[in-house]
């Protein structure tokens, strides 16, 4: 089999998306997950895995799902329900860990993880199992037919849990020839579509009005990033990441791979900036010179980077946000721009980009 059409590959996800016989949100989480993991897990070229486990899969699910078991204000401080009926039993877990590791409902998953990693583990399994058990297994069926054209697995819905516990399961997720790219390659307009349907889904499923939803689901979490801007702006000098302006008043943290792109609230993926300029980069990629000054703070300061991190007690994957800024600026078309300052754009420096990158340190160990 060769590479598959990027088109055709597209069209096949968006009738996943389409196709109404989930109860629950997890397809959602599936197809987001598994496009998160193959940026960051891509090899230094590039190229993003052919293998995934069940268990990357249900760290990542936890993560997408850690936001949305918050009370929600308009409906009347609930956790929007996400299964037809009841509360998916994924939330529920989570829920219920939240509640016993993580009371402060600001709390992040990071510090929550540490204060009990033993418990944590247990939830990875417990998620890992759902995920065995549900999506998995029906997330390419269209109707009655399976069409394994994203990955393959080596169990059905008809797996029990004794034999996901026993040691001979497989819990690898074989991606087809070239499908691991295609995501990669349509990450950029998947992840919002995604997001939109997931957005109407929970809509429907509680009664809402869709204002603000979004917002609730995926959105960055500004506030919560206060805490490392003073260190961080110390690591800069003082100065604004993107003009090198002194910082005099409000200074603000952006995530140097915009939001919208790639969820990344590592400390590797915040910079410092003047209020203006981060508003106007708002979530626009950076051009090389930028990319270059990341990759720059990321080789000089990487121990100063793991020491407030280690102070503010904030999450530091040095090599997961190298990877996905790898994989994603390796793969921009030719004739895309850039943000350089204010309202400037410039086309891809590539001869820049690719010396900025090479200097990466590849911090697998
Ligand atoms: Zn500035």
């Known amino acids: 089999m060769g590479e598959p059409n990027v088109i055709r590959f597209a069209e096949k996800v968006i009738l996943l998306l389409d196709q109404g016989e989930f109860t629950a949100t997890y397809k959602y989480a599936v197809l987001l997950g598994l496009m998160d993991?193959?940026?960051?897990?891509?090899?230094?070229?590039?190229?993003?895995?052919?293998?995934?486990?069940?268990?990357?899969?249900?760290?990542?699910?936890?993560?997408?799902?850690?936001?949305?078991?918050?009370?929600?204000a308009p409906l009347h401080d609930r956790i929007p329900l996400q299964n037809r009926r009841g509360q998916a039993e994924i939330l529920t877990l989570i829920t219920r860990f939240r509640e016993q590791?993580?009371?402060?409902?600001?709390?992040?998953?990071?510090?929550?993880?540490?204060?009990?990693?033993?418990?944590?583990?247990?939830?990875?399994?417990?998620?890992?199992?759902?995920?065995?058990?549900?999506?998995?297994?029906?997330?390419?069926?269209?109707?009655?037919?399976?069409?394994?054209?994203?990955?393959?697995?080596?169990?059905?819905?008809?797996?029990?849990?004794?034999?996901?516990?026993?040691?001979?399961?497989?819990?690898?997720?074989?991606?087809?020839?070239?499908?691991?790219?295609?995501?990669?390659?349509?990450?950029?307009?998947?992840?919002?579509?995604?997001?939109?349907?997931?957005?109407?889904?929970?809509?429907?499923?509680?009664?809402?009005?869709?204002?603000?939803?979004?917002?609730?689901?995926?959105?960055?979490?500004?506030?919560?990033?206060?805490?490392?801007?003073?260190?961080?702006?110390?690591l800069q000098g003082g100065r604004c990441f993107y003009c090198a302006g002194r910082i005099q008043a409000k200074p603000q943290v952006d995530h140097f791979l915009p939001w919208a792109r790639c969820p990344d609230d590592g400390l590797a993926n915040l910079v410092v900036a003047h209020d203006a300029c981060n508003r106007q980069k708002s979530d626009f990629l950076a051009d090389a010179g930028h990319v270059a000054s990341w990759v720059e703070r990321a080789v000089h300061h990487a121990?100063?980077?793991?020491?407030?991190?280690?102070?503010?007690?904030?999450?530091?994957?040095?090599?997961?946000?190298?990877?996905?800024?790898?994989?994603?600026?390796?793969?921009?078309?030719?004739?895309?721009?850039?943000?350089?300052?204010e309202q400037k754009f410039v086309p891809i420096d590539r001869a820049r980009l690719t010396a900025a990158l090479t200097l990466l340190p590849d911090l697998a160990s």
Not at 189 to 198: A, D, E, F
Not at 306 to 315: D, F, K, L, R, T
Request: glycine letters at 4%; hydrophobic letters at 35%; charged letters at 30%.
């Open 37 to 72: 993991l193959c940026l960051e897990r891509s090899e230094r070229d590039g190229s993003p895995p052919d293998v995934l486990t069940t268990d990357q899969l249900a760290r990542k699910a936890i993560e997408l799902y850690w936001r949305q078991s918050q009370r929600f």
């Open 101 to 234: 590791h993580a009371p402060d409902p600001n709390s992040t998953l990071f510090r929550a993880k540490l204060h009990d990693p033993e418990r944590f583990e247990q939830l990875v399994r417990e998620v890992e199992w759902k995920l065995v058990e549900m999506p998995l297994p029906k997330l390419q069926r269209v109707g009655r037919e399976l069409d394994p054209f994203i990955y393959d697995i080596s169990w059905d819905d008809q797996i029990r849990r004794r034999m996901f516990k026993s040691r001979e399961f497989d819990n690898r997720i074989r991606f087809q020839p070239g499908a691991s790219r295609c995501l990669v390659a349509l990450a950029g307009v998947l992840r919002p579509l995604v997001h939109r349907h997931w957005a109407t889904r929970v809509t429907q499923l509680n009664s809402l009005q869709e204002s603000g939803l979004d917002e609730f689901l995926f959105g960055a979490d500004r506030s919560a990033l206060r805490p490392v801007c003073p260190p961080l702006l110390e």
């Open 303 to 341: 121990q100063g980077l793991g020491e407030v991190a280690a102070n503010a007690c904030w999450p530091h994957d040095p090599q997961r946000t190298s990877s996905v800024v790898r994989s994603i600026y390796r793969r921009l078309p030719d004739d895309m721009r850039l943000w350089h300052l």
